[in-house]
């Protein structure tokens, strides 16, 4: 936090693993549990909340870009 917190307070996202990269990788962890019956709530969420930024054009930010679905109300 001590090197990217100014980044995130400035919505900057261009600094680290892209949102794009991370739902690949959170596929693959989502269909190795449901191959072997086990349930992620939590990591389905946190996809679904990717699949949010890269719908408004955040696919390539990186992956602290959360914060602007985390800030958004419900």
């Known amino acids: 936090m001590d090197n990217r917190h100014q980044t995130m ?3 900057d996202y261009d600094h ?15 269909d190795e ?5 086990i349930n992620l709530p939590i990591t389905e969420i ?3 909340f990717y699949e949010e930024i890269q719908a408004i054009g ?3 930010w990186d992956t602290s870009s ?3 679905r985390l800030r958004k109300k419900p």
Request: aromatic share 10%; charged share 30%; glycine share 12%.
């Open 9 to 11: 307070i400035n919505d």
């Open 16 to 30: 680290g693993f892209a949102v794009d990269w991370m739902r690949k990788d959170l596929k693959y962890a989502l």
């Open 33 to 37: 549990a449901q191959k072997n019956g």
């Open 46 to 48: 946190v996809d679904q």
């Open 58 to 60: 955040g696919g390539r």
């Open 66 to 68: 959360l914060l602007k």
